[in-house]
């Protein structure tokens, strides 16, 4: 996180734009923009922000990421950053209905694109809904709203209330706490750990974060925890939801807007995980890259 620092030289007090960042090769180092003997305006300083973020993620270097692909996501990024106040105000105003229908699609809700958008606008079950697809529906609201206010640590605590608001009020056994026995995913060759490892893992994970959150981009760091929290498979239910939340909450924290995984694309997500699990995290760190740059910008003709 970028900070306003403050330096006294020749009997002048300066004002610097700083950000910390750790390369790969772990060691932490800083970056300042000169902003001058006062506090400019903060249109200015979103500005300069832009630039003091493009000169740190060269230095970090791409990782999982080419170097034209983090450009164009650095792109992205300061648009968001320019051009809105919070992150989450570039997003379109279906964005919520959008996002509700397509990760609960992904895990079999029934509810339509439409029907889903009467469940949140009115707070009415359609004519011939199941009630637990409304339910479900509504649960998505409620961890919706939570995870893009949260401003604390990723933690135990954090991961349990996102699957317990998730879960809450459905047919799922165990809600806000990690499983007590064996799990399959179906149509998946990946077997989950046993129970009994899965405070233990996700203990590993949350240090993960902290200690790769500023060596990484966050794109990187986002389809990181997605991919581990959906290899653990701590929950009886709604790990898959869980994953999109907190992958979304990463983004959001870091000036970038939410990504939807549509049902449509719903094999070609499912491949990138099962390549994740393979051993190869950078296939689905490229799936979500793309992913986001499919939403958000538009792609320019060739010029002939």
Request: net charge positive; proline share 5%; hydrophobic share 40%.
């Amino acid at each position: 996180m970028a900070f306003i620092e403050k330096q006294s030289h020749g009997g002048h007090i300066y004002y610097y734009l700083t950000k910390s960042i750790r390369d790969k090769s772990g060691k932490v180092k800083k970056f300042r923009i000169l902003l001058g003997r006062r506090v400019p305006p903060k249109p200015e300083i979103q500005k300069v922000l832009v630039r003091l973020e493009k000169a740190a993620v060269k230095e970090r270097g791409a990782g999982w990421l080419s170097g034209d692909i983090v450009e164009r996501l650095e792109d992205l990024r300061s648009a968001a950053v320019v051009f809105k106040r919070l992150p989450e105000d570039i997003l379109p105003k279906d964005f919520l209905v959008r996002f509700t229908y397509n990760t609960n699609a992904i895990e079999g809700n029934r509810l339509t694109l439409r029907q889903t958008a009467l469940v949140l606008a009115d707070k009415i079950a359609p004519e011939g809904a199941r009630s637990g697809d409304v339910i479900e529906a509504l649960n998505s609201e409620d961890a919706w709203n939570f995870v893009k206010s949260y401003k604390g640590p990723f933690n135990k605590a954090f991961l349990l209330k996102v699957q317990y608001l998730i879960t809450k009020n459905t047919s799922c056994r165990i809600q806000g706490d990690y499983r007590d026995g064996e799990v399959r995913i179906m149509g998946s060759e990946w077997m989950p750990p046993s129970h009994t490892e899965v405070p233990i893992l996700l203990d590993k994970l949350f240090r993960a974060y902290s200690r790769q959150k500023r060596a990484m981009h966050p794109v990187e760091v986002s389809a990181l925890v997605h991919c581990k929290i959906t290899q653990i498979h701590p929950f009886t239910d709604g790990n898959g939801r869980t994953a999109r939340l907190i992958m979304n909450w990463i983004l959001l924290r870091n000036q970038f807007p939410a990504v939807i995984i549509e049902v449509k694309n719903k094999e070609r997500y499912y491949f990138a995980i099962e390549e994740a699990d393979r051993g190869k995290p950078a296939f689905f760190a490229n799936y979500i890259a793309q992913q986001l740059l499919e939403q958000y910008t538009i792609s320019r003709p060739e010029r002939k």
